[in-house]
């Protein structure tokens, strides 16, 4: 074969070569290093929120923040996607996360419940919501582009490939989170570093990741898809409702949405105070959840490409999240339930670490494998606004009390995860079946 017919021409000096894997792996490893750090920066604050800035401004700073992601995925991700590309798509969710880690800071330069801190901080949100759900959409259409370039390149299957990618992501991704968490710990109670000044600082790393991206190679899709009106990309999130793949695979998503929801809502404000005497804890908890995440992500990376299936793994992560309900109806020992459990507080963050971890790889993997090539962007929108809109909901049940209905639907959806993938992927073989033999009747046609 000659070699304008093996190597695609490149469309510009920053693309990556579909026919070289060392550099498509290069530009995989600078892509998670630089979202893992940028994403770490700006989720710290989230986590201090209702502690530094006051409950009032604190929750509705994180609320905000869900339901603009939420928004954000289903339409300007999509349609920043159509502008911009993946990577550019990336880099203006970055910088926009910038912004918030930097008005979070100065907001808790202010006294708490101010209208200064009312200001920065919802401001703050809505600019960071918006760039959470770019972000999240920018990069799982660089990740599906990549992951089907690296596929044909090394002539592996599109689902092994999807399995060993998503699972070192997470370990980039997680790993930092672990870390940047527990420093901003130490440099509060070690240090004695003022909040604003360490948010601010978060900030500036945000910042010198998203310059990073930015001058790093590009990966694009081998095939060029028909130019489509930027209405119809903002639109491709919401052209896939009528699928029902991409509501069969949603189970994980949601249960990990109201998971996140309820422990960060009641667990952390009720639960984990009664048993450990203090709220100082929250950010080492944070950081038990992101270990385990991430190690534990890693395994079912390698765990799913030797069964050569993910649903054992997911139902694995479903049972944790469900446990997570479960545990809660526990009233002993003294009839407050896990207020009284001391450090057996502890289960719930070890449960969302392990489920975390499904949800962050191989539940990830799951969209790439049920949605490949062009049709990553909306999918991964769909990914997004599945999760946050269930977040979303969960802080709303937690904030009028009703921790209940948070629980039941948390459960419920646990265990519809699994027969939900299941029938997914019934259909999807179904469909490619049908399709093949499409094909070789067409053959058998033009044959004749």
Request: some cysteine; proline content about 3%.
């Amino acid at each position: 074969m000659a070699a304008s017919q093996a190597r695609e021409p490149l469309a510009n000096a920053d693309t990556v070569d579909v026919m070289d894997p060392a550099a498509l792996r290069r530009a995989f490893y600078v892509m998670a290093t630089c979202f893992g750090l940028n994403h770490a920066c700006v989720t710290t604050p989230v986590g201090y929120a209702s502690s530094v800035l006051g409950n009032d401004v604190g929750q509705a700073t994180n609320a905000v923040l869900y339901f603009v992601c939420m928004l954000s995925a289903l339409f300007i991700g999509p349609l920043a996607d159509g502008l911009l590309g993946s990577k550019g798509t990336m880099i203006f969710g970055m910088l926009c996360y910038c912004v918030y880690t930097v008005c979070f800071g100065a907001a808790t330069g202010f006294d708490q419940g101010s209208e200064p801190a009312w200001i920065l901080a919802i401001g703050g949100a809505i600019i960071g919501g918006m760039g959470a759900g770019t972000l999240w959409t920018g990069q799982g259409g660089f990740f599906s582009a990549l992951s089907e370039r690296l596929a044909e390149a090394t002539d592996k299957p599109m689902q092994e490939v999807t399995s060993e990618l998503s699972s070192i992501f997470a370990v980039f991704y997680l790993g930092q989170e672990c870390f940047w968490k527990v420093l901003f710990t130490v440099m509060q109670k070690y240090l004695s570093v003022p909040d604003y000044v360490g948010f601010l600082l978060y900030g500036v790393l945000a910042l010198v990741a998203t310059a990073v991206l930015a001058v790093s190679v590009d990966v694009k899709r081998k095939t060029t898809a028909v130019a489509a009106s930027k209405c119809a990309k903002a639109a491709a999130a919401v052209s896939m409702w009528p699928d029902a793949k991409i509501w069969l695979i949603s189970g994980n998503n949601i249960a990990f949405g109201f998971a996140a929801a309820y422990l960060n809502g009641y667990i952390n404000g009720k639960w984990q105070k009664q048993a450990l005497g203090s709220g100082d804890l929250i950010g080492f908890l944070g950081a038990v959840i992101c270990l385990i995440a991430t190690i534990s992500s890693k395994a079912y990376g390698s765990i799913s490409e030797k069964i050569g299936t993910k649903v054992p793994i997911v139902a694995f992560g479903s049972l944790c999240f469900l446990l997570i309900g479960v545990l809660s109806f526990i009233s002993a020992p003294n009839g407050e339930g896990p207020g009284g459990w001391g450090w057996g507080i502890l289960i719930f963050y070890v449960l969302q670490g392990l489920g975390r971890g499904v949800y962050e790889s191989t539940n990830k993997g799951v969209f790439g494998d049920t949605f490949p090539g062009a049709q990553g962007v909306g999918a991964f929108a769909n990914c997004m606004v599945q999760n946050t809109f269930s977040s979303t909901i969960g802080f709303l049940l937690g904030t009028a009390k009703w921790q209940k209905s948070e629980v039941w639907i948390l459960i419920v959806f646990s265990i519809l995860s699994v027969p939900g993938l299941m029938l997914a992927q019934s259909i999807q073989e179904a469909q490619i079946a049908k399709q093949n033999e499409n094909g070789v009747a067409a053959d058998a046609a033009i044959g004749a």
